[in-house]
């Protein structure tokens, strides 16, 4: 019973760790798509505000501002076990900087009145390059995560059958051992009772 316990108890374990760690690679996946969305909210908040030079048009870009940081934390935070992810992470950090830099210019200048400069900035294109190195370095974070997922979802799944193969044999092996006990005391109760004949016989 100490050895099942013993047993149950590790498989389990083990079964709790695969859970975890496939809870961590959906919450890099997670965190990746924010980091995504937000991007897209503040390019669309600085493009209403360069057109119409209105402030509340801001309103999608200062919330991306707001959450930059933390999404950025939270994913080195998340990634810190996987060196590719982290490497890649570092770079991403730069483009993000890069990217929210020539957002944060443009607005300045259409706040100045110098629509025209901030136009020309944005026709440089340095924007979409930025940009488009965002979404592959984002791209390297979300396959390798995906990677990850489906060898631990192999990984989780022969746990599992092992813990269940094991739990079976164990089973099995605990009803021999109660048959075998049950057997033993019905076999010395015979031998007892016989012994208890052939004394009465002898008497």
Same mark, same amino acid.
Do not use: C, H
């Given at each position: 019973?100490?050895?099942?316990?013993?047993?149950? /108890?590790?498989?389990?374990?083990?079964?709790?760790?695969?859970? @975890?760690? +496939?809870?961590?690679?959906?919450? *890099?996946?997670? $965190? *990746?798509?924010? *980091?995504? /969305?937000?991007?897209?909210?503040?390019?669309?908040?600085?493009? @209403?505000? /360069?057109? $119409?030079?209105?402030?509340?048009?801001? =309103?999608?870009?200062?919330?991306?501002?707001?959450?930059?940081?933390?999404?950025? $934390?939270? !994913?080195?935070?998340?990634?810190?076990?996987?060196?590719?992810?982290?490497?890649?992470?570092?770079?991403?950090?730069?483009? %993000? =900087?890069?990217?929210?830099?020539? +957002?944060? $210019?443009? %607005?300045? !200048?259409?706040?100045?009145?110098? +629509?025209?400069?901030?136009?020309?900035?944005?026709?440089?294109?340095?924007?979409?390059?930025?940009?488009?190195? %965002?979404?592959?370095?984002? #791209?390297?974070?979300?396959?390798?995560?995906?990677?990850?997922?489906?060898?631990?979802?192999?990984?989780?799944?022969?746990?599992?059958?092992?813990?269940?193969?094991?739990?079976?044999?164990?089973?099995?092996?605990? /009803?021999?051992?109660?048959?075998? *006990?049950?057997?033993?005391?019905?076999?010395?109760?015979?031998?007892? =009772?016989?012994? !208890?004949?052939? #004394?009465?016989?002898?008497?």
């Amino acid at each position: 019973m100490i050895i099942s316990g013993g047993v149950t /108890l590790q498989n389990l374990t083990r079964l709790r760790s695969d859970v @975890g760690k +496939l809870g961590g690679l959906y919450d *890099v996946l997670e $965190t *990746v798509d924010a *980091v995504a /969305l937000e991007l897209r909210e503040a390019e669309t908040g600085q493009r @209403g505000y /360069l057109v $119409t030079g209105d402030e509340s048009y801001l =309103e999608p870009y200062n919330a991306a501002e707001s959450r930059f940081d933390g999404l950025i $934390t939270r !994913l080195e935070s998340q990634t810190s076990d996987n060196p590719l992810q982290l490497a890649v992470l570092q770079e991403l950090n730069k483009s %993000i =900087e890069a990217r929210r830099g020539e +957002l944060a $210019t443009t %607005i300045a !200048l259409r706040r100045d009145g110098r +629509l025209a400069e901030a136009e020309k900035v944005v026709k440089t294109d340095i924007g979409k390059e930025i940009m488009d190195r %965002i979404r592959e370095q984002l #791209d390297v974070i979300r396959n390798n995560a995906r990677a990850r997922q489906r060898e631990q979802l192999s990984a989780t799944d022969q746990n599992y059958r092992t813990a269940w193969f094991t739990g079976l044999l164990l089973t099995l092996a605990g /009803l021999a051992l109660v048959a075998g *006990v049950v057997w033993a005391i019905a076999r010395q109760r015979k031998l007892k =009772e016989r012994n !208890l004949e052939l #004394d009465a016989q002898i008497r």
